[in-house]
Antibody, heavy 124, light 107 residues
Framework: EVQLVESGGGLVKPGGSLRLSCAAS????????MSWVRQAPGKGLEWVGR??????????DYAAPVKGRFTISRDDSKNTLYLQMNSLKTEDTAVYYC???????????????WGQGTMVTVSS | SYELTQPPSVSVSPGQTARITCSGD??????AYWYQQKPGQAPVLVIY???ERPSGIPERFSGSSSGTTVTLTISGVQAEDEADYYC??????????FGGGTKLTVL
């Protein structure tokens, strides 16, 4: 079964750090471009950032609100995606989803496999 | 990056056709994607590359594109289609964006 399972969410104070993990199974993780998408309570979806497969260079891109504070990495030996979040702000409070990009639908920008999400709350 | 604009809400009676639009200046050059999200659940891809339907998505879901506007059409709406719908696209610099979302209410 194709699956993405996020973990690591929780309550953190403003200015603090947190690392999220996303465990992948049921597909060839090393071939996948991966992304993080977040959703603040009662709000819409917001793209956070992306990491390409190592075959395609393994480079990262980030949305403006998180650039310089968040870092996406991957460990293909563990089939795991990470999101290191530093200098957290109250506006980073959201459910964080990990997704594949265009795994099933080649040459597209579709977020086609989603995890169930993990909640991050930034509050004093 | 650019913005995608959706109507906040659309209402339709069961069996009727729902149309949800998404506008953006780059849409003539970039594909659009549509996601359905029900309360407490992760989003699900329902349309990719403007008009392609993933396997397992009912045929009543279709997509189209015209100029700077893409449209998600749900024909013969069912009660189970009540959800939030988001359009999404990307630009050539590797940035992705979502529309603000449209709440579909089945009356």
């Amino acid at each position: 079964e194709v699956q993405l399972v996020e973990s690591g969410g929780g309550l953190v104070k403003p200015g603090g750090s947190l690392r999220l993990s996303c465990a992948a199974s049921g597909f060839t993780f090393s071939n996948a471009w991966m992304s993080w998408v977040r959703q603040a309570p009662g709000k819409g979806l917001e793209w956070v950032g992306r990491i390409k497969s190592k075959t395609d260079g393994g480079t990262t891109d980030y949305a403006a609100p998180v650039k310089g504070r968040f870092t996406i990495s991957r460990d293909d030996s563990k089939n795991t995606l990470y999101l290191q979040m530093n200098s957290l702000k109250t506006e980073d409070t959201a459910v964080y989803y990990c997704t594949t990009i265009s795994y099933y639908y080649d040459s597209s920008d579709a977020f086609d496999i989603w995890g169930q999400g993990t909640m991050v709350t930034v509050s004093s | 990056s650019y913005e995608l604009t959706q109507p906040p809400s659309v209402s339709v009676s069961p069996g009727q056709t729902a149309r949800i639009t998404c506008s953006g200046d780059a849409l003539p050059k970039q594909y659009a994607y549509w996601y359905q999200q029900k309360p407490g659940q992760a989003p699900v891809l329902v349309i990719y590359k403007d008009s392609e339907r993933p396997s397992g998505i009912p045929e009543r879901f279709s997509g189209s594109s015209s100029g700077t506007t893409v449209t998600l059409t749900i024909s013969g709406v069912q009660a189970e289609d009540e959800a939030d719908y988001y359009c999404q696209s990307a630009d050539s610099s590797g940035t992705y964006m979502f529309g603000g979302g449209t709440k579909l209410t089945v009356l």
